[in-house]
């Protein structure tokens, strides 16, 4: 399974935006860019995800390197309640399971 | 809709026990997940069934383990003599068949502590 490489912890300030980075260098043609986010004793959450084009939705944009070997989430104004581990994860057409990694935690600041 | 509901939040149990979980998905939902996650590590797959019917499992999913989805709706998750390794979080998500474009969506879990 294609593997991804997140920082451990990222923190920001309430109201500032938020770039958390993802490298996924084999990812392979088929693999989607998936983004959960799970908060304290709670289950993951879907957050956003992406192919080959940028992406937004209410929650998040998602930023996807031309060669696809990066990515980025992007949170405009982070809030105390965006605080939870992100987890950047591939998801293959082939198979119908999340391979999560042990994701980001970030922390936000009042 | 509710969204994903399991059942006990939390259940603590002796070594040697059995215990059973119960997840119900959402109803449109025919695709359900179990996933294991322990203190600090991502959640890790175990298995999933389309409908009725499991269609992988993965190699954490001893002979200890097992998982039914008898009419394509709720799920069990059973574990036979348990064990202190067994002391996780059980997930349980859903999602809207084999549209890669759909996120799943997840319950919030069943803590067990084997003791």
């Known amino acids: 399974d294609a593997k991804t490489t997140q920082p451990n912890s990222m923190e920001s300030n309430e109201e500032e935006p938020v770039h958390l980075p993802c490298n996924h260098s084999?990812?392979?043609?088929?693999?989607?860019i998936h983004w959960y986010r799970q908060l304290p004793s709670q289950g993951p959450e879907y957050v956003i995800h992406?192919?080959?084009s940028n992406v937004n939705n209410r929650m998040a944009s998602l930023a996807i390197a031309e060669d696809r070997k990066s990515s980025t989430l992007i949170l405009h104004r982070a809030t105390l309640r965006d605080a939870a581990v992100y987890y950047c994860?591939?998801?293959?057409?082939?198979?119908?399971?999340?391979?999560f990694g042990t994701g980001t935690r970030l922390q936000v600041f009042p | 809709d509710t969204g994903v509901s399991q059942d006990p939040r939390h259940k603590i149990t002796k070594r040697g026990q059995n215990v059973t979980f119960r997840c119900d998905p959402i109803s449109e939902h025919n695709r359900l997940y179990w996933y294991r996650q322990t203190l600090g590590q991502g959640p890790e797959f175990l298995t999933y069934f389309q409908n009725e019917a499991q269609l992988e499992k993965s190699r954490l999913l001893s002979d200890r383990f097992s998982a039914e989805r008898p009419k394509g709706s709720f799920s069990t998750l059973e574990i036979q003599r348990t064990e202190q390794g067994d002391s996780a979080m059980y997930l349980c998500?859903?999602?809207?068949?084999?549209?890669?474009?759909?996120?799943?969506?997840f319950g919030s879990g069943t803590r067990l502590t084997v003791v």
């Open positions: 994860i591939l998801r293959r057409r082939d198979t119908d399971k999340l391979i």
């Open positions: 084999t990812i392979s043609g088929t693999d989607y």
């Open positions: 992406g192919l080959t």
């Open positions: 998500a859903s999602s809207l068949g084999d549209r890669i474009n759909y996120g799943y969506t």
